[in-house]
């Protein structure tokens, strides 16, 4: 794999693309969620979702981490999928935190990956990396942006 300047813009573009497939499972999700923790959560369109991706691809290091997962993601496939349940997971999980941000936002992107994972994306086939591709940038996205009642307010802990 040669990530380059050129491959970092086309994996943005890319990615950009994929908004028909994950906005869904981005709202899916932050419903599911919502309903679990008692609180409304507004969805996110289109332009939303590549207004996230983006920002994530302004911060040239967070670019260039974000273009080798997702190229690793989309390049994934074992035999039986089976044994390579614990690698795209991995890779998976990762690139949502990297999407998502710092802590603590890295660490509920992580776990909202897993959720997205297993509730809300279709398997994709073909290769075993591409439902973890779509479930790590709904979550990573989702985690990123604003709507949560917790982040909007007033942080009790702050001097």
Known sequence: MDVTPTTVRAERERLRGRADAVVPVVNAVRADLGAAFDTDVPGIDADDYRDAIDAVFADGDRAVNV???????????????????VVDELLGRELAATIAGEQPLRLLAEATFHYADVTAVADTPGRAGLDDLDAALAAGVQTRLPGWAWRDGDNTFEP
């Open 67 to 85: 273009t080798g997962l997702a190229l690793c993601l989309r390049e994934l496939d074992v035999r039986g999928d089976y044994p390579g349940f």
